[in-house]
Structures are given as C-alpha cells and as structure tokens.
C-alpha cells in the first residue's frame, strides 16, 4: 500500500514524502521582487516542517510585468545571487525547490490573451526561457511554469476567451501552441537533468470553455515532450472558490487529475483543498495521482507534514477562509498557534 509518507523520485530530485507546498504569494520580497529575511525565515520553516516538495511563489521575469506587491522577480542576471540564501537555506534541510515562472500582465493592467501580437507572444516564450536559465544558475532545483487560474497563459486555453483567429487560437492544437511553445523553449535552453514542470487548469468552470479537451491534449504532449511533472488546477482567480457543481469538499480536482495521470504516465500533482491524509491516501492508492500539493494549510501549520506522519486521522487545521490575505504584514495566517514566532515575521 501506498503511503504520503514514501520517499520518490520526480526525475533526480529525491523526495522525502508525496506532500508539495504549491506555490504561495507570500507577499514578502521588496520592492524589487528579491527576497527579503522575513520570505526566507517561510521557507526554513516549510523545510524544517518536513515538506516533501517547495515550489515557491509566482515569479515574473519581465521588469514591465503587472503583479501584486511584493511579487518574487527575475528579470535579470543581477537577480540571480539575491536567491542565495533561501536555496541555500532550503537545500540544507535536505528539501528540493522549484521556481515558479509566471507573466500575469504587463502595463499596469492584467492583459488579455487576444491583446498580444505574434511578436509579443514570441519575446514571452524567449522571456520564459532565459528566466529558467536563471533559475537554474540561481541554484533552483527546477521550474514550473504557471498555466492556471486564468492568468495571462492560461486564457490562451478558454475557447471562450480565445478568440483569436491567427495559429494561437481556435482549435485546441492553436489554444495549447502557447504554452507548448514556452515549455519546449525551456527545456532546449536548460540541461536534461533539469526539472520542468507545469501548473495547469483542468477547467475554468466556465460554461463551454473547452479548457479540459485543451488541457488533455496540451498534458498529452507535454509528456511526450519529457515534462518532469503536471500540477493539476482549476478556477479562475477573482471566481468563487472552490468552483460551484463539484461533486468533493476535499481533493476537488481529483477526477480530473485521475484522468491526465491515466493517460499520460506522467507523475501528477493534485492541488485543491487537499485537508484530509486518509482522503489523498485513497487517492493514492485507487487512481494515478501521485503527490499532492497545499498552499494555505501550509500557512496555518508550517509543519504540516511532520504533524500528519504523527497524526493521519488529523484534518488540516486550516479554515479556508482565506484571511491570511488580507494581513498588513503579509500573506501570514492570523490563527496560527504560536504567535511569538508570527510576530518575528513583522519587520
């Protein structure tokens, strides 16, 4: 029987558990996305907390980039040594650490996917590409590249909001060319033993959005294209959550991320109000998914995985009641038990 709590391999990186931390706004880099004290004490925490997996938070490489404050960036070389210590810091713990890459907008304002020209679309897929090689020189174990949640990237795969009419738009081969496009110029300009992943939506629960059939063929061929590892998502950011219809409290993407994992072979990683180690061991043992990744609950207990190896009947303790965004201080969870140490947080 499969456990959470089996050390696997996703390509090289050897890890200790199947639990990833998804990738967090932290809302603790300066001014110019590098990360300050405070964002490195987060990830010591995660790693001393016992995590299998960290994927940071978004990241943008464009210095014209539209983002929330306080946003990680590496949009130039002079960036790379800024990420010194939190590797460092990480890999000490004995924990892998992928960078997640993601262009939201630029301008000031959140772009729309039938904004781009063929020359926009092609500086972004060059911007990708030498963004991993930053990452990669910055010590990263990998990269993941953010397709989900509506973003930038992912309205290409919305047949409703995709209505271009060039070779980026129409059918589910042109909505995928994107994204295929970004995650083949990654792995030419990094090295083989290079992890590339992606996050991606199963669907934007949107009526007749066409992301699935876009996201099953794009999963497809990504595997054949040698993809380290598929994070599997859903909804749009800004939309109710967890999306209305679905038929799970807990674990909601899980027939989606059964299927990409049956027909691709490629380790899936399942987010989405993953709370409950008896319900993702289930899952573990009856479909292909293979790890499974948290955001918030890793907020409230940062050493979630050491708690759930002593206590598998435990329940995260996170509410989901998302006011952990809503700090002046930080993306820090309000409720967490030990408020000494959260004050350390405040500079």
């Known amino acids: 029987m499969k456990s959470l709590f089996d050390p696997t391999r996703i390509g090289p990186l050897r890890l200790k558990n199947r639990l990833v931390r998804s990738a967090t706004w932290e809302a603790m880099a300066d001014e110019s996305g590098r990360p300050t004290s405070r964002l490195v004490r987060v990830y010591d925490e995660l790693a001393r907390g016992g995590v299998g997996l960290i994927i940071t938070s978004a990241t943008t490489f464009a210095p014209d980039a539209t983002h929330p404050p306080r946003m990680l960036a590496i949009n130039d ?12 810091t990480v890999h000490k713990l004995g924990t892998p650490v992928i960078m997640q890459l993601v262009h939201p907008g630029r301008d ?9 020209t063929r020359g926009d679309i092609r500086s972004m897929v060059l911007g990708f590409g030498k963004a991993a090689v930053r990452a990669q020189r910055a010590g990263f174990d990998g990269v993941q590249v953010h397709a989900a949640h509506g973003y930038f990237l992912s309205q290409f ?4 909001r995709n209505t271009r009419t060039d070779e980026y738009g129409g059918s589910v081969e042109n909505r995928a060319r994107f994204l295929l496009e970004i995650m083949r110029e990654i792995m030419i300009r990094t090295k083989k033993e290079f992890p ?20 099953r063929y794009a999963c497809r061929q990504l595997a054949e294209d040698g993809v380290a590892a598929i994070e599997v998502s859903g909804g749009m950011s800004g939309a109710p959550f967890p999306p209305p219809g679905l038929p799970y409290e807990e674990s909601i993407f899980r027939n989606y991320a059964a299927e990409i994992a049956k027909t691709t072979g490629v380790p899936v990683i399942l987010v989405g109000l993953n709370r409950s180690p008896s319900v ?27 708690f759930w190896k002593k206590n598998p009947a435990e329940p995260s303790a996170c509410l989901s009641c998302d006011m952990c965004r809503k700090q002046p201080y930080g993306n820090v969870c309000p409720f967490r038990e030990d408020p000494v140490r959260q004050i350390c947080f405040l500079e």
Do not use: H
């Open 196 to 215: 590339v992943m992606v996050k991606i939506n199963c669907s934007d629960f949107e009526e007749d959005d066409g992301v699935y059939d876009a996201c």
């Open 157 to 160: 795969m919305n047949a409703r």
């Open 108 to 116: 000031g304002i959140m772009w729309k996917c039938t904004d781009a």
């Open 280 to 306: 993702m061991t289930r899952l573990l043992n009856t479909t292909g998914i293979g790890y499974f990744s948290l955001s918030r609950p890793f907020l409230r207990q940062p050493d979630l995985a050491l």
């Open 77 to 88: 070389d002079s960036c790379i040594p800024s990420y010194d210590d939190l590797v460092s």
